[in-house]
């Protein structure tokens, strides 16, 4: 699968931005799905994560209750929508695919990834 991130911008703290992944190729519907950032200086970390077979969707601590996840097989996308915004927010966010649906919270276990798009938050 292809993985394509958009959807980033310069924001103030407390707005709102929804982050879109498109997904090409066949089966796209079969992946789990997957968001991580990475802020300058930091390594890619864990931001959100739904399956391909409805299970409750995953988040890492500091985003939980502020971003959501979700997906559209239909349109092969997969969406974040982040609420609540703040300037630790600030990164590069990635949108990435695996088959296995496991060790989600691994950035090492993800074999596909989308280019990257910039959330800049400020204060």
């Known amino acids: 699968v292809q993985l394509q991130a958009s959807g980033g911008g310069l924001v103030q703290a407390g707005d709102s931005l929804r982050l879109s992944c498109q997904g090409s190729?066949?089966?796209?519907?079969?992946?789990?799905m997957g968001w991580f950032r990475q802020a300058p200086g930091k390594e890619r970390e864990f931001v959100a994560y739904i399956g391909w077979s409805g299970a409750p969707p995953s988040y890492a601590d500091d985003v939980k209750g502020r971003f959501t996840i979700s997906r559209d097989n239909a349109k092969k996308t997969v969406y974040l929508q982040m609420n609540s915004l703040k300037p630790e927010d600030t990164a590069v966010y990635y949108c990435?695919?695996?088959?296995?649906?496991?060790?989600?919270?691994?950035?090492?276990?993800?074999?596909?990834w989308g280019q990257g798009t910039l959330v800049t938050v400020s204060s």
């Open positions: 190729g066949h089966s796209f519907r079969s992946y789990s």
């Open positions: 990435a695919g695996q088959t296995s649906g496991s060790r989600f919270r691994d950035r090492n276990a993800w074999g596909y």
